[in-house]
């Protein structure tokens, strides 16, 4: 039972406008979440992370959203480079007590030249 | 430079054979975790250890094992009952809960 989805599996964007990736989970008991960034034959990145106490966080070219009510957070990447190129892994943690964390399958990122 | 280290790169194994994964960490991390990738799917948790000499199963233990003697390694073996262990494997760390993982470059494990 997948606790956090990413129902887009690829996104195709040009150079220099906005990425927009979407992640859905069903677990209200997640408080914490985060984007991961993955290129081929290595191992995820850490991107960006927000708390549930907030609905905005901010790094860069990279803006997280999350909407409580809905069970929906979306990471914005602006403008989008081609070295943004890559899968982007949404990920959810519960509270306290708990070291696993969920992840959705993936979206594939190819920023066109 | 710190980080985690996982070999090899590349394995193959036999049918009825067990391999085993090697991860180590120089991060001074607590916990540490396996993941397991397959195409079109999300990283699935195998198991994670919070502190030396424990661990716990994750989500699809079934077929494998590990161990944490040291807080830097936690090699996973993958046994010869892990029916369909051709995947992507992750090794991560992390200092406490809700800490970011760090992840190692992962092993990809084929069978012969």
């Known amino acids: 039972d997948q606790q956090v989805k990413q129902n887009s599996p690829s996104l195709s964007v040009q150079e220099g406008r906005i990425s927009i990736l979407n992640c859905d989970y069903t677990?209200?008991?997640?408080?914490?979440f985060l984007w991961y960034k993955k290129y081929p034959a290595e191992g995820p990145t850490f991107l960006i992370s927000?708390?549930?106490?907030?609905d905005k966080n901010e790094d860069g070219r990279f803006t997280v959203f999350l909407n409580k009510s809905a069970k929906h957070l979306s990471l914005h990447i602006v403008p989008s480079q081609p070295g943004d190129s890559a899968v982007y892994f949404c990920?959810?943690?519960?509270?306290?007590?708990?070291?696993?964390?969920?992840f959705g399958a993936g979206t594939t990122v190819t920023v066109r030249a | 430079d710190g980080g985690i280290t996982q070999s090899p790169k590349y394995l193959f194994r036999k049918e009825g054979q067990n391999v085993t994964l090697s991860c180590e960490q120089n991060l001074n991390h607590d916990a540490m975790y396996w993941y397991r990738q397959d195409p079109g799917q999300g990283l699935r948790l195998i198991y994670y250890?919070?502190?030396?000499?424990?661990?716990q199963k994750g989500d699809i233990a079934e077929g494998y094992s590990v161990s944490r003697e040291k807080k830097e390694s936690f090699p996973l073996t993958v046994t010869s009952a892990q029916k369909n262990p051709t995947a992507f494997y992750l090794c991560?760390?992390?200092?406490?809960?809700?800490?970011?993982?760090?992840f190692g470059s992962g092993t990809q494990l084929s069978v012969l």
């Open positions: 990920a959810a943690s519960p509270p306290p007590g708990d070291y696993k964390l969920s």
């Open positions: 991560a760390s992390s200092t406490d809960y809700q800490e970011k993982l760090f």
């Open positions: 250890s919070q502190i030396v000499n424990d661990f």
């Open positions: 927000i708390s549930s106490i907030k």
């Open positions: 677990n209200s008991m997640f408080d914490y």
